[in-house]
């Protein structure tokens, strides 16, 4: 494959919220270059970016595929990144290879939940960006409503550049406001549109918003703003540099019609790319760690060579593939590098350019370049590849902590043997999973974004490596306390034929705040009981807390005061002490009120404002607390504290209640009381358990 220098590169996620149209556009991008034979289609199948077979079973994308389109002599690497929120992260963690943003946004829909998400990744990676109104063919399809929405959203600085030609189906063309040009389109045609007049029908509201552009590009420059000001207007050069450099600045957001379906306005948005985007050595300092010091480094093909992993497949025939972008310098097939976070030398053989699922391959690759390579030995997302004279490292993206955990359970004994294995290398190739083992419930827990996330690891594990498990609910992890005082004994005694066991204790119990665990406190006096009896007594108690007293959960956040006793010169010992302390725990309980609690978890939800006061009902049912409220826009982000037991279905119930448009994430806060006809249940359920598990041992 072709070598390309950096200023030749141009590194563009596609992102937007789910099904406006991303991967379709990416295909019309793909055939208008050339780089693909025909049109591509998402509902056949067959296009470069979907190329898994649960994306293409369920017609989304589930993770960012890279494909490859040269476009006036230039190199496009094309991120196509997922829009819906359970598989956002990917699209968080993908865009760190990007230098610009091309936001999708539906034509009949407007600005939705994710298209904020990821209009707040490419700010937060300061990237330049270009926002594409597609689907404009579509039945109630409204550039200027959505529109609207964009700039509600987005501001002024999100400015048209296009006006369509037609509307729904008969959208057969686009106005290009910076030239004062019309283009038609066939539609399902080769994407290169014709150049002819504005039609008279458009010429009006076409110059009213060309002098829109001009006026925010004149903003930026004291020179343009100067001749705006004299003559009313700038000549096309003017916009043009003048829209080159505001696109760059993140000063202006241009605004584009498209019909990716019908490869219309394709030709229009490559132009822009490549004229209107950044190489890589014109983004600015990227940030790095030299020798453990925080420093700011220019992409250069100078330099020496580094790379930073954004990205890791787990491919059945050809092992773990890394996807890495090149910082500095310039590598080359078969170089050795360092792996700086892990110590080890990498040798990457076979360097290839990733078009999909295809790897081409290639001599070597520029700074700004994005590259893969297969079967490196301890490279993981998040390391850094550097020449060994380089010692430097770049910050991983950091993703928000899993939202809902699974229990996984395997179905045969086989499957068990390879089920650690199989999900470890999921667990590779997708960082916002985690896959661990609770220590209270013994359970494997898979946890991910949402159901559909742990489903579809589920669907991978059989597909991939032949390993069958089930999903199920989690156990709720529930604790014992005690809310009273309790002062009793504990004495063991037991004697037989040589010598006997005596352990005599007096213990009190108190509770503790929430969070304060275990306390054990020694007040005996006089040798009472004996120094070395002591721990006995405190293990006796820890052992026996351990099944706690109403349902066999973990006792927590109880004192318990040894400050009496007594013993036998010859018949006390570790054991008799130890057992002595159980009977006092267990005497303790029926005084100490015992109590159970439950895990209560912060949960917060992005939904249409329209959803809002179905959303706070629902939330209310699930004994939540509402702990704040914030609209932005149309959108809507609710704060709540809820019981976990209360939330294990609220993936599926949330996406039936907003159809599919509102996220949520959530994390542990706290533990509370469980309410006292909940308890009940829970204590009832434990106890029949119980009950049935010693019959099954009988």
Known sequence: MKVYESKDIRNVGVVGHGDSGKTTLTAALLFTAGATSRLLRVDEGNTITDFDEEEIQRKITITTAIAVAEWKKTKINILDTPGYNIFINDTRGALVAADAAVVVVDGVAGVEVQTEKVWSFATEFKLPRAIVINKLDRERADFHRALASVQEFFGRAAVPIHLP????????????????????????????????????????????????????????????MEEFFEKGTLPAEYILEGMRQGVREMRVFPVMCAS??????SDLLLDLIVEDMPNPTERGEITAFVNGVEAHRPVAESDLPSAYVFKTTADPFAGRISYFRVDTGIIKNDATLQNVNKSSAERLAHLSSPNGKTLNPITELHAGDIGAVAKLKDTLTGDTLADKALNITYPPVKLPEPSIAFAIEAKSRNDEDRMGNAVHRILEEDQSLRFYRDPQTREFLLAGAG??????????????????????APKIPYRETIRGHADVQGRHKKQTGGHGQFGDCWIKMDPLPRGGKFEFVNETFGGSIPKNFIPAVEKGIVEVAANGFLAGYPMVDFKVTVYDGSYHDVDSSELAFKLAARKAFKAAMQQAKPALLEPVMNAEIVAPVEYAGDLMGDLNGRRGRISGMDTRGATQFIKAQVPMSEMLNYQSDLTAMTQGRASFTMEFDHYDYVPPLQADKIIAAAKAAKTGEEEEEE
């Open 451 to 472: 159901q559909q996330h742990v489903e579809i690891v589920v669907s991978r594990l059989k597909k991939r490596y032949g390993v069958d498990v089930t999903l199920k």
């Open 165 to 224: 030609i037609g509307s729904e189906r008969d959208f057969k063309g686009i106005v290009d406001l910076i030239r004062m040009k019309a283009f038609t389109y066939t539609p399902d045609g080769d994407g290169k549109g014709k150049e002819t007049e504005i039609p008279d029908a458009c010429a009006e509201e076409a110059q009213k918003a060309h002098e829109a552009l001009v006026e925010i590009v004149a903003e930026g420059n004291d020179a343009y």
């Open 260 to 265: 990716a379906l019908h490869n219309i306005g």
